[in-house]
């Protein structure tokens, strides 16, 4: 059985000593995952000041934050083979991580708590949720009807664990799913699920489109104004995956006009400026990048390190791996 000082998994090397560095304490775990020497595990939040001993960390769990700090720490890792993140995106991982270091991601954490988010701001923005709020302050009653989402066409883009998500949680509400990825394929049941070329004559299909693709060189300005240019008069665009996945000025342009509107989590800039025009656009509800910021995030990332330090410390294979060795 392989142990913590001779990792037998993608990357792994048999040299000593060997290191785990993770966010938080041992006990918070749950059981110390099996073949791991506890007093070989040291804990760093990304906000104190790392450890001594990081230097011959070789199972590294960044903490859960954009900070570039806890990122910078692995320059000075030269025995680091596995970095696990708890982020579902990881391109911004990928400029730090050392050869021969293997990039594991945080499938299985955010999917719960972004599907919900992308449900909650479709429903608020179609139903004059921020409205209402602005006329409750305003002494305003702004009866009427409003939009429902009943019976409308949703478009997924980018239906990986996060889409299906999305689907679960529209099950219920009478809507006709439209599913996209990179390649064609079909769901475990038989479903369509379309390839990335056939947006074109996807998106006039849908009146709501929910961006939750990864953040790639394929995605980045995916939502350009042709895109945007495709998509029906008085649809809503709610992304939930990355600002850098829309093209913020064609966005504006096409709110602007109020020919469509647009639910976002993410924004590029992020943070958005007080300033911004993208904050004062009609039709435009802005949430703070908190798709995986809730109560559902801690146990799920705790449950997902033990199940990575399991296997590593066992030899076993690890889950999530998306770049390095064994991807």
């Given at each position: 059985?392989?142990?913590?000082?001779t990792?037998?998994?993608?990357?792994g090397a048999?040299s000593a000593p060997?290191r785990?560095?993770?966010p938080y304490?041992l006990?918070?775990l749950?059981p110390?995952?099996?073949?791991i020497?506890?007093?070989?595990v040291?804990?760093y939040?990304?906000?104190a000041?790392?450890?001594?001993?990081?230097t011959d960390v070789?199972?590294y769990?960044l903490?859960?934050?954009?900070?570039l700090a806890p990122?910078?720490?692995?320059a000075?890792?030269?025995?680091?083979?596995?970095v696990q993140?708890l982020?579902?995106?990881?391109?911004?991982?990928l400029?730090?991580?050392?050869?021969?270091?293997?990039?594991?991601n945080?499938?299985g954490?955010?999917?719960?708590?972004?599907?919900e988010?992308?449900?909650?701001l479709?429903?608020?923005?179609?139903?004059?949720i921020?409205?209402f709020?602005?006329?409750?302050?305003?002494?305003?009653w702004l009866?009427g009807f409003y939009?429902a989402l009943?019976?409308?066409?949703?478009?997924?883009?980018?239906?990986?664990a996060?889409?299906?998500a999305?689907?679960?949680?529209?099950a219920?509400?009478?809507?006709?799913?439209v599913?996209?990825?990179?390649r064609?394929?079909?769901?475990?049941?038989?479903?369509?699920?379309?390839?990335?070329?056939?947006?074109?004559?996807?998106?006039?299909?849908?009146?709501?489109?929910v961006?939750?693709?990864?953040?790639?060189?394929?995605t980045r300005?995916?939502?350009?104004?042709?895109?945007?240019?495709h998509?029906?008069?008085?649809a809503?665009?709610?992304n939930?995956?990355?600002?850098?996945?829309v093209?913020?000025?064609?966005?504006?342009?096409?709110?602007?006009?109020?020919?469509?509107?647009?639910?976002l989590?993410?924004?590029?800039?992020?943070?958005?400026?007080?300033?911004?025009?993208?904050?004062?656009a009609?039709?435009?509800?802005?949430s703070p990048?908190?798709?995986?910021?809730?109560?559902a995030?801690?146990?799920?990332?705790q449950r997902?390190?033990?199940?990575q330090?399991?296997?590593?410390?066992?030899?076993?294979?690890?889950?999530?791996?998306?770049?390095?060795p064994?991807?």
């Amino acid at each position: 059985m392989a142990s913590a000082t001779t990792p037998a998994h993608p990357g792994g090397a048999a040299s000593a000593p060997h290191r785990v560095l993770v966010p938080y304490p041992l006990a918070d775990l749950g059981p110390v995952p099996e073949g791991i020497d506890p007093a070989a595990v040291d804990v760093y939040d990304g906000i104190a000041e790392p450890p001594a001993a990081h230097t011959d960390v070789a199972f590294y769990v960044l903490p859960y934050t954009f900070d570039l700090a806890p990122l910078r720490l692995l320059a000075d890792m030269p025995q680091v083979r596995v970095v696990q993140t708890l982020t579902a995106g990881y391109e911004h991982a990928l400029p730090y991580l050392p050869d021969g270091a293997t990039l594991c991601n945080g499938r299985g954490i955010h999917e719960a708590s972004t599907a919900e988010l992308a449900v909650a701001l479709t429903l608020a923005s179609l139903r004059g949720i921020p409205a209402f709020v602005r006329g409750q302050d305003s002494g305003e009653w702004l009866a009427g009807f409003y939009p429902a989402l009943a019976d409308k066409t949703v478009l997924i883009v980018g239906y990986g664990a996060i889409g299906e998500a999305v689907e679960r949680r529209l099950a219920g509400f009478e809507t006709d799913i439209v599913r996209v990825a990179s390649r064609a394929r079909t769901t475990t049941d038989g479903a369509p699920v379309h390839a990335a070329a056939d947006l074109p004559k996807l998106l006039p299909r849908a009146d709501v489109v929910v961006l939750v693709t990864p953040l790639t060189a394929a995605t980045r300005g995916l939502a350009d104004a042709e895109f945007l240019s495709h998509m029906r008069d008085g649809a809503l665009l709610v992304n939930v995956s990355r600002g850098a996945v829309v093209d913020t000025g064609a966005l504006l342009a096409e709110v602007a006009t109020g020919r469509l509107t647009a639910a976002l989590d993410v924004t590029d800039p992020e943070p958005l400026p007080a300033d911004h025009p993208l904050r004062h656009a009609p039709g435009v509800l802005i949430s703070p990048h908190v798709g995986g910021s809730s109560s559902a995030f801690l146990p799920r990332a705790q449950r997902l390190i033990h199940r990575q330090l399991t296997a590593w410390g066992t030899g076993r294979p690890l889950a999530n791996i998306v770049a390095g060795p064994g991807a």
